[in-house]
């Protein structure tokens, strides 16, 4: 008897799968001068990161122990080295097809055993996705639901109920004959369900039964009766702001898509993305905007909602989205080293911001005016300095650095843009984001200035968003004990 797709409510690899022969191995010979027909089976797990992890297994001829099970003969003579080139396996499971893209093999091991004229080959594969899919394309897919870690602890932002039928559906082969027996279940469950534009998507927690247990968990479900799926630009957008805004980065590590079924039609999982994953996933979410009590949670859903729309129109133009990679990695790593990283990531987006929209593009004067008074002058220094070596160097920097604002003084000028109040905390952040940036050490007794810097720039990396995306309620001031709220053109501090 074999389990068909029985996980209908949580990812694929929340149990190991293993793919037996015949394979398809995507003209991998023919890259690599190596056969891999002494594979006869692939298993496919999660390792304690949550990362994807398949060994390959088989046996050749002991006859054959010579062969290289890799090919470590590829390089050219005098080449320091080559970049591997990824492939990709197919096999089989069940009725299904499942494919390591990209991926390539490495680390071989082989016994072998004299009695038996056999040798045991084992070898890793190393990917980061992998995909399941049903063989039958003629099937619409009518539902996705995408799968994430490092989710929220706190349920307040789950405001709406919602009920669904549950359906385990197993196949008992024998012969030619197939039968299939049905178990429907339900239950009630909290969601928050959400709309943006011409569809709407639901948010909704994971039972913590699912692997891994020491991460919280949702899924975000898109469907063709609420509107359609999106493209994946604008699914990871919604991850992205849902993640900023309630203070925790979400991490897609799958999704499922079923038919109007609701059977299970193609999935895929994938490595998340987080730095010191259990440490990570064991935090509880910082919250940005007032999160205390269920009805917090409806002005979120309403916060959200009214915002998401702009959030996906600017990410892209003023580089909101790396810049949040380097603030919630800013995170990850011990306080005294955060304020740098901190401090790029905002800066992607004044530099975002100089270029595509402000009105001064922190420059003193429009750059022709100011080749045209400089030109006299960049004469007369050329002839002064026409015997040393670095003359066109001075010229530069005096036509293009001198007009240029300081970056301390470009982020106050950025501030005062997008119409963003800042007081001496700000102030002081930004001066430590200097220091810190050209290498100056901190001594002990400033190691309670640091942890309120750091918190400083945190709240502040999170006000240049909401200010851009036209937030206009309460955001939470963690420079101070007990966590005020205040309006967003009050100061900190």
Same mark, same amino acid.
């Given at each position: 008897?074999?389990?068909?797709?029985?996980?209908?409510?949580?990812?694929?690899? +929340?149990?190991?799968?293993?793919?037996?022969?015949?394979?398809?191995?995507?003209?991998?010979?023919?890259?690599?001068?190596?056969?891999?027909?002494?594979?006869?089976?692939?298993?496919?797990?999660?390792?304690?990161?949550?990362?994807?992890? &398949?060994? &390959?297994?088989?046996?050749?001829?002991?006859? +054959?122990?010579?062969?290289?099970?890799?090919?470590?003969?590829?390089?050219?003579?005098?080449?320091?080295?080559?970049?591997?080139?990824?492939?990709?396996?197919?096999?089989? @499971?069940?009725?299904?097809?499942?494919?390591? *893209?990209?991926?390539?093999?490495?680390?071989?091991?082989?016994?072998?055993?004299?009695?038996?004229?056999?040798?045991?080959?084992?070898?890793?594969?190393?990917?980061?996705?992998?995909?399941?899919?049903?063989?039958?394309? @003629?099937?619409?897919?009518?539902?996705?639901?995408?799968?994430? =870690?490092?989710?929220?602890?706190?349920?307040?932002?789950?405001?709406?109920?919602?009920?669904?039928?549950?359906?385990?559906?197993? $196949?008992?082969? @024998?012969?030619?004959?197939?039968?299939?027996?049905?178990?429907?279940?339900?239950?009630?469950?909290?969601?928050?369900?959400?709309?943006?534009?011409?569809?709407?998507? =639901?948010?909704?927690? $994971?039972?913590?039964?699912?692997?891994?247990?020491?991460?919280?968990?949702?899924?975000?479900?898109?469907?063709?009766?609420?509107?359609?799926?999106?493209?994946? *630009?604008?699914?990871?957008?919604? &991850?992205?702001?849902?993640?900023?805004?309630?203070?925790?980065?979400?991490?897609? =590590?799958?999704?499922?898509?079923?038919?109007?079924?609701?059977?299970?039609?193609?999935?895929? +999982?994938?490595?998340?993305?987080?730095?010191?994953?259990? *440490?990570?996933?064991?935090?509880?979410?910082?919250?940005?905007?007032?999160?205390?009590?269920?009805?917090?949670?409806?002005?979120?859903?309403?916060?959200?909602?009214?915002?998401?729309?702009?959030?996906?129109?600017?990410?892209?133009?003023?580089?909101?989205?790396?810049?949040?990679?380097?603030?919630?990695?800013?995170?990850?790593?011990?306080?005294?080293?955060?304020?740098?990283?901190?401090?790029?990531?905002?800066?992607?987006?004044?530099?975002?911001?100089?270029?595509?929209?402000?009105?001064?593009?922190?420059?003193?004067?429009?750059?022709?005016?100011?080749?045209?008074?400089?030109?006299?002058?960049?004469?007369?220094?050329?002839?002064?300095?026409?015997?040393?070596?670095?003359?066109?160097?001075?010229?530069?920097?005096?036509?293009?650095?001198?007009?240029?604002?300081?970056?301390?003084?470009?982020?106050?000028?950025?501030?005062?843009?997008?119409?963003?109040?800042?007081?001496?905390?700000?102030?002081? &952040?930004?001066?430590?984001?200097?220091?810190?940036?050209?290498?100056?050490?901190?001594?002990?007794?400033?190691? *309670?200035?640091? =942890?309120?810097?750091?918190?400083?720039?945190?709240?502040?990396?999170?006000?240049?968003?909401?200010?851009?995306?036209?937030?206009?309620?309460?955001?939470?001031?963690?420079?101070?004990?007990?966590?005020?709220?205040?309006?967003?053109?009050?100061?900190?501090?």
């Amino acid at each position: 008897m074999e389990d068909y797709w029985k996980h209908c409510n949580w990812e694929i690899l +929340a149990e190991p799968i293993e793919i037996l022969e015949p394979f398809d191995f995507e003209n991998y010979y023919e890259k690599y001068k190596t056969p891999l027909e002494w594979i006869s089976s692939i298993k496919i797990k999660r390792n304690k990161q949550y990362k994807i992890s &398949a060994i &390959a297994r088989g046996f050749t001829p002991l006859s +054959a122990r010579g062969f290289t099970l890799l090919p470590f003969d590829q390089q050219k003579e005098g080449e320091v080295g080559k970049l591997i080139e990824y492939v990709s396996i197919k096999g089989t @499971k069940g009725s299904s097809t499942v494919e390591l *893209n990209p991926c390539y093999v490495e680390s071989p091991e082989q016994q072998h055993n004299l009695l038996k004229d056999t040798t045991k080959n084992k070898a890793s594969i190393t990917t980061y996705k992998i995909k399941k899919y049903n063989n039958n394309d @003629k099937i619409s897919k009518k539902v996705l639901k995408e799968w994430y =870690i490092n989710a929220p602890h706190s349920p307040r932002y789950l405001v709406d109920n919602a009920c669904e039928e549950i359906k385990n559906v197993r $196949i008992c082969k @024998k012969g030619n004959i197939e039968d299939r027996y049905e178990r429907d279940g339900g239950g009630f469950y909290h969601t928050i369900h959400l709309k943006y534009e011409h569809f709407e998507f =639901i948010i909704t927690p $994971i039972k913590d039964h699912f692997e891994p247990t020491w991460s919280k968990k949702i899924s975000i479900e898109y469907r063709e009766d609420l509107g359609g799926i999106p493209d994946e *630009n604008i699914r990871e957008a919604i &991850a992205e702001f849902f993640g900023f805004l309630i203070g925790k980065k979400v991490s897609l =590590i799958g999704h499922t898509y079923y038919d109007d079924k609701g059977s299970t039609i193609e999935a895929m +999982a994938c490595n998340p993305n987080i730095f010191n994953i259990h *440490n990570e996933c064991s935090k509880p979410e910082i919250d940005l905007i007032p999160m205390k009590c269920a009805e917090d949670g409806k002005i979120f859903k309403k916060i959200f909602e009214e915002l998401l729309p702009e959030y996906i129109k600017i990410r892209t133009k003023f580089s909101i989205r790396e810049a949040l990679m380097k603030y919630w990695f800013s995170q990850t790593i011990p306080r005294d080293e955060a304020l740098p990283i901190l401090s790029s990531g905002l800066e992607m987006i004044m530099k975002a911001w100089f270029k595509t929209k402000s009105p001064t593009g922190a420059i003193y004067m429009p750059q022709d005016i100011y080749d045209e008074k400089m030109s006299p002058i960049i004469k007369t220094i050329l002839e002064i300095f026409k015997e040393n070596q670095h003359k066109e160097k001075i010229k530069n920097k005096l036509m293009y650095n001198v007009n240029q604002m300081g970056v301390n003084e470009r982020f106050f000028v950025f501030f005062d843009e997008i119409g963003l109040s800042y007081g001496d905390v700000e102030k002081k &952040a930004i001066k430590e984001r200097h220091s810190f940036a050209h290498g100056d050490l901190f001594q002990k007794e400033e190691i *309670n200035d640091l =942890i309120k810097n750091d918190a400083a720039y945190s709240i502040l990396f999170g006000k240049v968003i909401l200010q851009l995306l036209g937030y206009k309620g309460k955001y939470i001031d963690r420079t101070v004990l007990g966590f005020p709220e205040k309006e967003m053109q009050e100061k900190m501090g």
